[in-house]
């Protein structure tokens, strides 16, 4: 094995240790994992297009003497819709199931994490959803009533989010066409399960979006990272952008590529490490408003570039570095250690768009079918939703809700038009 997958191997072992099982055909091994939890498992997954999966899954569990709680129930639509969440919360309600299992992407992880916290406390507190976006709400909730939260198993099949690693469950309002985000670390599956050969199972835009949520991960929480956290999250940010840069071209070239597969996993998972050390800022915080016009890793793709521009009198540092992977790939032509402020910035957002043309990825907003303009004030909007007050507070240049037009505005509308020169800077 590559000393560049060691690297990644160890970051990640050194974190989760026995809580997560990851690499090639380990998914056999779920049962005697979860045995530890009960002998009543809600499974929650789809059963068409991920049925070798599903099969492999119940054949473990039954091995293990794991039996199913009711039935089957069917997983949750793309950007987990409030909806599903409840649908879901109902299963858990009738059940009453010793664990419940999540087989699925960033979408069912994230729902069932929801629905876990509605069913475990919504009695005791409130089951509308509303009541619990933010940070901490479902913690409190547990030590004020006492109760707890059923074991929730995560099993990721799509190199993506990192849900199944993270303290996040991001839920979307369909008919608004907005994502809200729950931040706690009492939503952390229990145990987390990822065999990166089912990414194979996964259509290739899904991929897309998934290398670019990586890049977006790492490189929002390393823009932002405090001084004593600074050298974790710079490992975790090299070594995710090595992996990804290097081999989601032979992806896109090659879906069978197991080797890429293997390394695109490991990859997105050091970018779920990364948001538990520090936060993501203003990329994921537009990309809340574009969940019907894109996948969420891609609405992230297109935009930190720009924002890269915006950071940059104040990220000189971090520029550095990731500029030095882009130029090492053959993405950048200048040499990052050579420049300095706006200069830097707008190099190294050069190469990002430069790799994100490479495979395939959308770089500017009105790339985007269905794009017009009515999304920008629908962003700006959002961005001062006080539920969503963490993603600028997290901001490298922090924002103020009354800073947001001027300011995000103009990062917004470059990237609508393509121009980094447009953004504008405060220092």
């Given at each position: 094995m590559n000393e560049l997958f060691s690297r990644a191997r160890k970051l990640l072992y050194d974190w989760k240790g026995g809580a997560y099982v990851f690499g090639?055909?380990?998914l056999p091994e779920l049962g005697k994992h979860a045995v530890r939890f009960g002998k009543r498992a809600l499974v929650v997954c789809n059963t068409s297009y991920m049925k070798p999966v599903v099969d492999i899954v119940m054949r473990s569990l039954a091995e293990s003497g794991i039996g199913i709680a009711g039935h089957i129930v069917p997983d949750a639509g793309p950007n987990a819709p409030r909806a599903d969440v409840y649908r879901i919360e109902t299963y858990i309600l009738h059940h009453r199931p010793d664990m419940i299992i999540a087989v699925g992407g960033g979408s069912t992880i994230d729902a069932c994490k929801a629905a876990n916290f509605l069913a475990s406390l919504g009695g005791e507190v409130t089951p509308e959803i509303d009541y619990w976006f933010g940070t901490n709400t479902v913690s409190e909730a547990i030590k004020k009533t006492g109760k707890k939260l059923?074991?929730?198993?995560?099993?990721?099949i799509s190199a993506s989010s990192g849900a199944h690693l993270t303290k996040y469950a991001n839920i979307t309002d369909p008919s608004l066409g907005q994502k809200k985000l729950v931040v706690d670390e009492s939503i952390v599956p229990v145990l987390s399960f990822f065999d990166?050969?089912?990414t194979a199972t996964m259509p290739i835009s899904v991929t897309i979006d998934g290398a670019l949520d990586s890049i977006a991960h790492c490189f929002e929480v390393f823009s932002g990272i405090p001084a004593e956290k600074y050298d974790l999250a710079s490992s975790l940010a090299e070594c995710a952008l090595e992996l990804t840069i290097q081999y989601a071209p032979r992806v896109i070239q090659d879906p069978d590529d197991m080797e890429?597969?293997?390394?695109l996993g490991m990859s997105t998972d050091l970018g779920g490490y990364a948001i538990m050390i520090g936060g993501t800022n203003g990329a994921h915080l537009t990309s809340f408003s574009l969940v019907d016009l894109a996948g969420h890793g891609t609405a992230c793709g297109i935009m930190n570039p720009y924002y890269a521009v915006f950071f940059s009198p104040v990220i000189e540092k971090q520029l550095r570095l990731v500029g030095s992977v882009f130029k090492k790939h053959g993405y950048m032509s200048k040499d990052p250690k050579e420049l300095s402020g706006r200069d830097l910035g707008i190099a190294v957002a050069e190469g990002m768009a430069a790799f994100s043309r490479a495979i395939n990825?959308?770089?500017t907003l009105k790339d985007l079918p269905g794009w017009n303009d009515a999304y920008i004030d629908r962003i700006l909007?959002?961005?001062k939703d006080p539920q969503l007050d963490m993603k600028l507070k997290n901001m490298p240049v922090p924002l103020t809700a009354c800073m947001v037009d001027q300011y995000m505005g103009s990062v917004i509308r470059a990237a609508v038009s393509g121009d980094f020169q447009a953004v504008k800077t405060m220092t």
């Open positions: 090639r055909g380990v059923f074991p929730l198993v995560a099993v990721e990166y050969d089912t890429a597969r293997e390394a990825a959308p770089v909007k959002a961005a």
